[in-house]
C-alpha cells in the first residue's frame, strides 16, 4: 500500500503564496504522475496540477501562471507552489499519486489518495 502525506496549507489574504508538500511511503515501485487536486464546497473534485517522473507538467487554467508544481522522485515527494492566490482558490487540496507497489513492477499501477489539506484565501 501506499501512504501519502500532505502538509502546508493554511489561511492566507488574497495575493499571498502557501507551498503545499505531499511524501508518498510504502512499497513504491514507482509513481507516475503524481499531482495536485482540490474541491470546493458544492464542485466536484478537479485537477489542479500534475507532473510526471519526467518532469512534464499539466495545469489547470485557472493556475496557469501563479501555481508552480515540482517533485523530487528519489524522495517521492511532490510540491505544489501557490503564489497570487485568489479567494476562488479555497477549497481542500488533495494529494494524488498512481503508484506501482508490486515486486519488479510487473502489476497494474493504482491512484491513491492524501487525506487533504485545507487552504482559504480571504479577500
Known amino acids: 500500500q501506499v501512504q501519502l502525506v500532505e502538509s502546508g496549507g493554511g489561511l492566507v489574504q488574497a495575493g499571498g503564496s502557501l507551498r503545499l508538500s505531499c511524501a508518498a511511503s510504502?512499497?513504491?515501485?514507482?509513481?507516475?504522475?503524481m499531482g495536485w487536486y482540490r474541491q470546493a464546497p458544492g464542485n466536484h473534485r478537479e485537477l489542479v496540477a500534475a507532473?510526471?517522473?519526467?518532469?512534464?507538467?499539466n495545469y489547470a487554467e485557472s493556475v496557469k501562471g501563479r501555481f508552480t508544481i515540482s517533485r523530487d522522485n528519489a524522495k517521492n515527494t511532490v510540491l505544489l507552489q501557490m503564489n497570487s492566490l485568489k479567494p476562488e482558490d479555497t477549497a481542500i487540496y488533495y494529494c494524488?499519486?498512481?503508484?506501482?507497489?508490486?515486486?519488479?513492477?510487473?502489476?497494474?499501477?493504482?491512484?491513491?489518495w492524501g487525506q487533504g489539506t485545507q487552504v482559504t484565501v480571504s479577500s
Open positions: 494524488n499519486a498512481w503508484a506501482v507497489t508490486s515486486l519488479y513492477g510487473l502489476g497494474p499501477s493504482n491512484s491513491y
Open positions: 507532473i510526471t517522473s519526467a518532469g512534464t507538467t
Open positions: 510504502g512499497s513504491i515501485f514507482s509513481i507516475d504522475p
